[in-house]
């Protein structure tokens, strides 16, 4: 089994929840100049679907929760897309010797990816895809987001999820035919 750091496990989670919540803010001020919205700034903090915020009504809520959602789901596809691609096609255990020396001379090699880093990095991703379903979950119970905006954040969420426990899967079943 592979050796989990706590310090680079943090370290690779910070950029991915920053990422989110940037996400889920800038899809309220999108949602702004899509709808009439009215909603407040404060240091309200209570448990609400986007704290600090303070909307006038339920369904100017729902509609810049929604869209918030949809804009989160799409950052986090786009961002695991590219982890998993990575992965996948530039890591240095499978990567042609020719493919590096082109990355190196282009000085892109910094794209070459170990296997502790890939770990750690899918690790990451798979943990704010679990926040990001049970948040928008929670959501989707006290009815503040669409259904298909929840639909989307919860098919993107669950198929990293599925993706990264396949991937674990298919190591530890490797390891066991080593021994």
Do not use: C
Not at 1 to 10: C, D, G, P, T, W
Not at 19 to 46: E, M
Not at 102 to 131: C, G, P, T, Y
């Amino acid at each position: 089994m592979r050796e989990i750091s706590l310090a680079k496990l943090v370290d690779e989670i910070i950029f991915p929840f920053v990422l989110l919540v940037a996400a889920r803010y800038f899809g309220v001020f999108v949602s702004t100049f899509i709808f009439p919205i009215q909603f407040t700034f404060g240091l309200k903090l209570h448990f609400a679907p986007l704290p600090f915020l303070s909307f006038a009504s339920l369904n100017d809520l729902e509609t810049a929760n929604s869209v918030s959602w949809v804009f989160t789901g799409a950052v986090l596809a786009v961002a695991f897309g590219f982890v998993a691609f990575r992965t996948l096609h530039l890591h240095e255990d499978h990567i042609h010797p020719k493919e590096a020396v082109r990355l190196h001379q282009k000085k892109m090699d910094h794209f070459i990816i170990n296997s502790r880093e890939a770990f750690h990095q899918a690790l990451s991703w798979s943990a704010v895809a679990a926040i990001s379903l049970a948040s928008s979950t929670a959501d989707f119970i006290l009815g503040n987001v669409s259904t298909i905006s929840f639909g989307v954040v919860a098919a993107i969420s669950a198929t990293i999820l599925l993706l990264f426990a396949v991937t674990i899967g298919g190591d530890l079943s490797l390891e066991r035919k080593k021994v």
